[in-house]
């Protein structure tokens, strides 16, 4: 989970992480004000699985 984090900060998201360990990255566009371009969610179901959403914001 530390990678896709250190992989998610280097392209410019910003990182989330709730209570039970779901991990969101926040894409901003130029314009703070505005709402973000993009969000994605990683949701580790185990040690061997794993979901990855994008959603358009």
Known sequence: ME???QQMQEIGLIIK???VGN???IL????PALPSI????????SETQAHLMV???
């Open 3 to 5: 990678y896709l984090k």
């Open 17 to 19: 992480e709730d209570d």
């Open 23 to 25: 991990v969101y990255g």
């Open 28 to 31: 901003l566009g130029k314009d």
């Open 38 to 45: 993009v969000s994605a969610l990683i949701s580790i179901q």
């Open 55 to 57: 959603l358009p914001a």
